[in-house]
């Protein structure tokens, strides 16, 4: 149940015999109904993963006004995640992630033993995290999987441009933070036509790799 309240768009999808709920939060680039995130939620759907998304404020003003606008701040793109967990309630699991910078945000949340513990929250999901800007291999953003009091689930493209394998493998990051790397992967896990590999195999790779990180986390607790 979503509280009318929340000032932000959201869309809950519910998943038949849903084992959890995920909460997923857009990139920098593109809002939660990007055809990227529809063909998710269908494959987390037939996962039984129920999936709340939700806009950060500078998206729907994106909408609204057609302007392109850079991301909100850290902050505002935290209070914002906070306020849709605490206008949220669900007999469910919860986990919360997302993609790109959502998926950063996500992750930060992940440090807050106290929005954990009130929210019963399980884990965190990453899809595609931003380790450092493009081409600023050295403006690390390693706290929040440094900080965090949750496992996390970190869904990666070996050549990601934000992170990629062997950047990352020199990085020192929590014991709890589980990496799974995709072959010839870039940002959105995409590949090359030439490594073999497609886009959809990717991604369903990536939701079975978030049921069975799920299933892991529920089975024990």
Known sequence: MIN???????????AKDAKALVI?????GADMEHEYLEELVRLMNAQQLSVLRFNFPFMDKRKLDGKRRPPDRMPALIDCYQSLIANFTTNLPIYIGGKSMGGRVAATLAGDEILITAHQIQGVICLGYPFHPVKKPEKLRLEPLQDTQLPILILQGDRDALGNEIEINEYTISSQCQLHFFNDGDHDLKPRVKSGYTLIQHQSVAVNKMR??????????
């Open 212 to 221: 069975y990180f799920i299933d892991e986390i529920n089975n024990c607790c």
């Open 24 to 28: 997923f939060a857009h990139g920098a």
């Open 4 to 14: 009318q309240q929340l000032s932000v768009s959201s869309k809950l999808n519910k």
